[in-house]
């Protein structure tokens, strides 16, 4: 199983299930530095990350990472020429539970 936290776009189970039909989703959140104009800014010390970005706990059964990356590249979604993967924490909203889950910036 592979966890992914989507914000913006990706957050629509519409495209998500165009990714992969067998998933499991939950209301999730994250903290980050800085989020404008839907650029994410995470900062390493996990102090000054205040700022709340609401989004979408995935996580992907029966596929791998690099398809599940092709997948996302052929929906066409994004406006930048080069993404990032960056791996961090989200927080389920309905418990709070915490997973490590990859955030494309």
């Known amino acids: 199983m592979i ?7 990706l957050k629509n189970e519409e495209l998500i299930k165009k990714i992969n039909q067998q998933y ?3 209301d999730s ?5 800085d989020y404008q104009n839907n650029n994410i800014m995470i900062d390493t010390n996990h102090n000054d990350n205040k700022q709340k970005i609401t ?3 995935v ?12 997948k996302i590249n052929e929906l066409n979604i994004g406006t930048k020429e080069k993404y990032h993967i960056h791996q961090t924490y989200c927080y389920l909203e309905n418990n709070d539970e915490q997973k490590y889950v990859y955030l494309i910036i």
């Open 55 to 57: 989004g979408k706990y």
């Open 29 to 33: 959140y994250i903290y980050v530095k």
């Open 59 to 70: 996580c992907f059964l029966n596929i791998t990472f690099d398809e599940i990356l092709k």
């Open 24 to 26: 499991m989703i939950q």
């Open 3 to 9: 966890e992914f936290f989507f914000y913006n776009n």
